[in-house]
């Protein structure tokens, strides 16, 4: 039985908006994703917008094909745009947040 991949953390920036912003920060991982668990540490962020989050679920869940989008240390209002883009996309299940 092969463990899925954790891969080290994705830090992300103190401004994280836009969808640009979101496919830099996942850019190299691409041929990694599939069936890894990605984990992004907001520890730094001060604001984040909903189309941020939504390019991170898109990129990391959906096209990606990750088993898991584990968001780290992240703030309430922007773990509810995370989940509202895992609703929209059907992935809700794959996104954890602590």
Not at 36 to 44: G, L, M, Q, S
Not at 54 to 67: I, Q
């Amino acid at each position: 039985m092969t463990v899925p991949a954790v891969l080290p953390p994705i830090e992300v920036p103190q401004l994280s908006g836009g969808r640009e912003r979101a496919r830099a920060l996942v850019h190299g991982l691409a041929d990694r994703m599939s069936g890894a668990t990605i984990v992004v540490d907001f520890r730094r962020m001060v604001a984040g917008t909903p189309s941020f989050a939504d390019e991170l679920v898109t990129r990391v869940l959906v096209d990606g094909g990750a088993a898991a989008l584990r968001a780290e240390h992240v703030s309430r209002e922007f773990g509810e745009y995370l989940l509202e883009a895992a609703r929209d996309h059907g992935v809700a299940e794959r996104l954890q947040t602590a």
